[in-house]
């Protein structure tokens, strides 16, 4: 069974900085993209940023570009997503994702596995 879970997230006053942490565990591929999604309330889930398995190859939403960045450490199964700069509209419930191959995407329906989300709200 395969598990992602976040941390990190929580009230930022905007212009701040927050740094999300997803651990995989479990029997994945050994070679997974990952990528973050986020959900405002009323809205759908929308793409934030996606990392290859080697880490070479990042991508990012507009809206977030040059303000977050996607990293990983593969010793530590772990993947972040630095954010600075924050907005009142960056408010939402982040999620990480794992995608059973090696190249990254920006589909959420590409990915295989999903954490529980975690909450990160920008205060103006």
């Known amino acids: 069974q395969v598990q992602l879970v976040e941390s990190g997230g929580g009230l930022v006053q905007a212009g701040g900085s927050v740094r999300l942490s997803c651990v995989v565990s479990?029997?994945?591929?050994?070679?997974?993209?990952m990528g973050w999604f986020r959900q405002a309330p009323g809205k759908e889930r929308e793409f934030v940023a996606t990392i290859s398995y080697s880490g070479v190859i990042t991508y990012y939403a507009d809206s977030v570009k040059g303000r977050f960045t996607i990293s990983r450490d593969n010793a530590k199964n772990t993947v972040y997503l630095q954010m600075n700069s924050l907005k009142p509209e960056d408010t939402a419930v982040y999620y990480c994702a794992a995608r059973s191959k090696p190249l990254y995407s920006n589909d959420y329906k590409q990915y295989d596995y999903w954490g529980q989300g975690t909450q990160v709200t920008v205060s103006s």
């Open positions: 479990g029997r994945t591929s050994p070679r997974h993209a």
